[in-house]
C-alpha cells in the first residue's frame, strides 16, 4: 500500500469530511478549490459521464481561475482520448501524458476525472490519494441537481446488507486489501473474496469502487 506523508493524510481527512456537505453545483465548488485542491493542487478538474462503451456523454470543468477557451476546449478534446486510454490500461488510477486520471466504470455506464497540470506530488501518491477520493468524487458530482447529469442508474438491493458484509465494504472504502480487512475481522482473506463477490452481486456491480460508490448511494456506508 502506497503510504501518504502525515500532512497528506491530513488533507485527505478534511477532503473526505468536506464532502460530506456537497449539496449543491457551489458546493462541489468550494470542495473542488478547497480541500481537493489543498490535497492534489491542479489547474483545472474536468468531470465527465461515460457510456456503458466509455464515450463521453457529458463533461464539465472546474477551475478558480477561468483559462482561456482556446486552451479549455483542446483539454476537453483530450479528454475523450485519457478516457479511452484509461480503460484500455485496466482503469486505473494513474497520470496518462501528464494528466492525473481515475473513474468507475460498469455496464451502465461510469464516471472519468481528470486533473490537469498536477503540483509537485509525486505520481504514485497522487494515484494513490486520487483512488481513495474516487468514491466521493463519483457520487457527489453525478448527484449535483440543476443539470441534465444524473445519478447512474442501478439496480436496488434485492435484500439487506448483513452487519459482516458492511464491515467489509466499510474497510474496503478505508483502501484496506482482502487480507488487511481479513486480519482487522478475524477471518482469512479468501473469506473476505466470497463477501465481496456476494457485495458485488447484491449491488449489481464489479469492482471495489463500484461496490464503494453504490453502497454510500444506498446508505449503507456513512458518507
Known sequence: MMLLTGREQ???????????GIAAPSDFFLWSQGPLQTLLPHDI???AQ??????????????SIAPDQARLRERQD?????????????????????????GSAGEA???????????????ARQAYALE????????????LPGSQRAPLAGPAATRAASAREREVLHWVREGKSN???????????????SHLQRIYKLLGVS?????????????????
Open 78 to 102: 483530450r479528454l475523450a482520448r485519457l478516457a479511452l486510454a484509461w480503460r484500455a490500461g485496466g482503469q486505473r488510477a494513474g497520470v496518462i501524458d501528464g494528466v492525473l486520471v481515475h
Open 179 to 193: 487480507d488487511e480487512v481479513g486480519q482487522i475481522l478475524g477471518i482469512s482473506g479468501a473469506t473476505v473474496k
Open 132 to 143: 481513495l477520493l474516487l468514491p466521493y468524487l463519483h457520487v457527489h458530482w453525478l448527484a
Open 207 to 223: 469492482n471495489r469502487t463500484q461496490a464503494v460508490s453504490r453502497g454510500i448511494a444506498l446508505r449503507l456506508l456513512s458518507h
Open 109 to 123: 455506464g461510469g464516471s472519468f476525472f481528470a486533473l490537469f497540470a498536477m503540483g509537485a506530488m509525486d505520481a
Open 10 to 20: 491530513e488533507y485527505l481527512l478534511h477532503a473526505i469530511l468536506g464532502a460530506h
Open 45 to 47: 478538474l474536468i468531470c
Open 50 to 63: 461515460l457510456d456503458a462503451d466509455g464515450a463521453v456523454l457529458r463533461s464539465e470543468g472546474w477551475h
